[in-house]
């Protein structure tokens, strides 16, 4: 075969299509209409000899052949794209595009504002969609694009994913301003006499990390009310003699309109971190964004 017949959207196209091994995903990827997609791919069989992709029930099955291209034509193309990248001035002032980015409601409200007024300061033209987070979907939809960037747990991200880690989270314990059993510190027995918001992300759970502790230490608390989300709780609290453990980062935000205590007892807190797929690794305005998210979230201790 004659390499100067072949061109680099001819080799992006089926890099595309081998990753998403359907017509219509690959088309929605690469911004092309169907039958754009269908005829570099009629062009690229009569260039290699080989069928490619076959169709099935789900999608299409690739040939051998195509197996054999997929690992190195796909190094191959991010190797350019790393060239470019690294050649290319990059100006994020300049830039029009929407970035999708999935996260739990803590994360939105922790997360989503300071980002969002970064956005319209040094890049107006990047337009964010936010989307709830569903760790059980999130491979597939970063493969298909849906989702360009994801904010979870290490433990709930998928493996296949590159993963960046961002800050730990430690819990904190919030309560109304004038509430009548906390001047402004909590013990062990206060905090089990009262009564507790918990969130319970699948609804209905009125048991958490906290119960585990106390149970170690012999005691127990009441858990009144479960909510689904970390936002609302805030709220719940400031208007009620109830109390919760919340992210620090939920109740910094809401400073002067709650108490912040110390937890009595030892609290296990968690890690955050930015997940990617592979195709937006190199790409010169998806790396600016990890790395503007990494500097407005890292810790204060080390920033400079």
Not at 87 to 94: A, E, G, V
Not at 249 to 274: C, E, K, W, Y
Request: glycine letters at 4%; charged letters at 20%; hydrophobic letters at 45%.
């Amino acid at each position: 075969m004659d390499i100067e017949q072949l061109d680099l959207n001819l080799l992006v196209t089926l890099d595309t299509l081998l990753a998403e091994r359907n017509v219509t995903h690959a088309a929605r990827r690469l911004n092309l209409s169907q039958p754009a997609i269908s005829a570099r791919l009629t062009r690229l069989r009569d260039l290699l000899g080989d069928p490619l992709l076959l169709p099935s029930q789900r999608g299409m099955i690739p040939t051998e052949r195509a197996l054999d291209l997929q690992a190195p034509l796909h190094d191959a193309i991010e190797a350019v794209r790393r060239v470019i990248a690294e050649t290319s001035p990059f100006d994020p002032t300049k830039i029009k595009a929407t970035i999708a980015i999935a996260a739990s409601d803590y994360v939105q409200y922790s997360v989503l504002i300071p980002l969002a007024q970064i956005m319209r300061t040094e890049a107006p033209g990047i337009c964010i969609a936010w989307r709830t987070i569903d760790t059980s979907r999130l491979e597939a939809q970063m493969v298909r694009g849906d989702i360009n960037l994801a904010l979870t747990t290490p433990e709930t991200a998928p493996e296949t994913l590159h993963m960046r880690k961002l800050y730990q989270e430690n819990y904190v314990a919030i309560a109304r301003p004038d509430h009548p059993s906390i001047p402004g510190s909590l013990d062990l027995e206060t905090f089990c006499a009262l009564d507790h918001v918990i969130v319970s992300p699948e609804g209905g759970g009125f048991h958490g990390p906290a119960d585990d502790s106390l149970k170690i230490l012999g005691y127990e608390r009441r858990v009144a009310l479960s909510a689904p989300g970390f936002l609302v709780v805030p709220e719940i609290v400031a208007h009620s003699d109830m109390i919760a453990l919340v992210p620090s980062r939920v109740a910094h935000n809401r400073s002067g309109r709650l108490q912040i205590l110390t937890p009595p007892l030892p609290v296990p807190g968690f890690d955050m971190a930015l997940v990617w797929h592979d195709r937006t690794t190199t790409h010169p305005l998806h790396r600016w964004l990890r790395e503007r998210i990494y500097a407005l979230l890292r810790p204060p201790a080390t920033a400079p």
